[in-house]
């Protein structure tokens, strides 16, 4: 069952992403007229998507991190401990 | 001496698994099942209050400290034990469940010690018996882990026993109670040491991912779960307040994500975000507020429902295939369906989804940092939930279950569902994580303080699934990049393998060159140098005199017929000879009548 429904959502990919991108314009929108943010923590958690655009470049931000310290040689070969 | 009957649920475990090598045939798994089930009765059937108090020398004892603090922690630690009990149900060998019971017996031990002898004692107990799920998986790597591993607790263990030791001689007094965590000294600090090892805080932690990813399958459920939540429980009882841990549990949070990013093993990754989980227990611990200390406890709480989660599923995919590293699976979903649920699952609660377990804990204790004003803990927490998501639901969840098929003929033919008691266990804790996530008065009302936190509200919702769903879209945008790689990375393990290896050498050759020197110069030189002395030593002193006197008459001295060598040969032959060792004899004979006299 769980594998007939993922394959169903697979034949369809462009349309579930299209979804997809569907739901983060409406979550993006909802944020930016409809919020109420007088719960907002801070200033700058006023601005409309705020903690969309958050989200998109703290995870970029992981991802060349990371990258970037795997590269200075943190990252090596597997039978790096085995000599 | 008992205050009323009250029985410690660390023994109840700790008679099960001795009785348990004598429990055959068909009653076997039923008896399994039954001992962490009577522990875990007996901590829901407990009232709050001290029970066994043992006077000890000069001391008293206290065994049963119970509080809402222990309570919530002895509570979810016993239903772990079920859990991680089911699930190991196919293992054979007896002493694989005797050293995980004592394991968790160790854990319960610390969570209801009202003093610090108690605490060490239990303390020891979990290290020494936890090292053994490791040792049971078998290999050569294991054995090694295993080692390493014993050893990073042993040291833990001593810098403990060391503070808790000036601790009494500044003081005078055992009871583990808070510290005074603003006027720090030397003891307070040892004693924290102790702790943060076990919490796995950097530079401490190296042992975590080295350990667990060597365990075996059931093994590693269970170590998810009990050492760094026993030391977040003994934290959040001794030290908290202290500022210092809100600094390292935020670093913590964010070195276990930025490692699981990189990392290519399944248990590996896991365990890094075991590093990275415990770092907002300790920022909580450490900002201190009834908030922040009930979000600590309820994400403990959560945490080790979900990383056991987690850690079942990967622990199947590994059963089922004999493989854990990414680069060696992908495409499992339609050969492992039920496994890919439940994973997803539990990826989803770490991650902090709505109406899952994460989401009700996590945003306690930044809700805590926020309100207490301490605006960049509460951020780069925040960055380092999207990291969580980024790299267990996200990555590692995509390559293992979709991505790019890196199986072997052999492992794609080996991958299936595993066994039904596996099913169970993992359905039983995806349900839970659900339980807690929707009902939340179940998870809040165990917590120490009471609770006014909502987490349900528009504001949290719109920012939590705003912060969620991007991450999704970063990460599938770089999808590529984020492919796994054969490679490990190095941590500070490095440190103590590396100088293992240094030692060795450095040890192979000093001890080499005392040896030789021992023989050269011990064994050789100077008992060849004292027989000279003691065969030709008078002659010598008397060419001394003699050797004059013929110069003087021109007598030849030197070669084979010289008058040297037959002066020495005719001295060799003659009663003088005898000579050294006698002259020796009288010389002390003389020196002892003197003294006498």
Redesign the interface.
Known sequence: ???KF?DYLRDRLKLVIRL?FG??VL??L??ALL???S????AA?KLP?F??????I??????V???L??YL??????D??DR | MFTELWLHPALILIVGALILPLVKGVARKPFLMLVPVLAFAAVLLMEQGTYGVFPFLDWNLTFGRVDKLSLVFAYIMTLMCIIGTLFGLHVENDYEYMAAWFYVAGSLGVIFAGDFLVLFLFWEVMAFSSVFLVWFRGRQQSLAAGYRYLLVHTAGGLALLAGIVLQYQATGDLSFNLLDVSNPTLALYLILIGFILNAAAPPFHAWLPDAYSEATVSGAVFMCAFTTKTAVYALARGFAGMEILIALGVMMTLYG??YA??ENDGRRLLSYHVISQVGFMVAGIGIGTELAINGACAHAFAHILYKALLFMGVGSVLYMTGKSKLTELGGL??KM??A??FTLIGGLSISGFPLLSGFVSKSMIIAGG?DDHL?WA?FLM??AS??TF?SVGLKMTYFIWFGKNNCSQETWDKAADPPMHMNYAMGFTAFLCFFIGVYTPYLYNMLPYAVEYRPY????L??????????A???FL?VK??AP??????DVDWFY?MSGSVFKVTADRSMTYVNQWGQETLAEAIPHRLNRFFLEGPARLCLLVVKPIWQLTGVRIDGPDGAEHRFLETFSRSLFTIGSSAIFTVIVLLVLLYSIM
């Open positions: 069952m769980i594998v993922i997809c739901v983060l979550l993006v909802y944020d919020l109420d943010k719960y907002a923590h801070t958690e998507g903690w969309s655009l958050f989200g998109f703290a995870c970029i931000l992981l991802i991190f990371a990258k310290y795997g040689g943190i990252q090596t070969r597997e790096y401990y | 994500v930025i990013t990189l979903y339609k369906p039920l890919f649920l926020f605006y509460a925040m960055l999207v990291g980024l509200t528009a504001y949290h719109a920012e939590v699934i705003q912060i969620l769903l991007f991450t879209l970063a990460f770089v990049k984020l790689k054969p490679m490990i990375s190095l393998r």
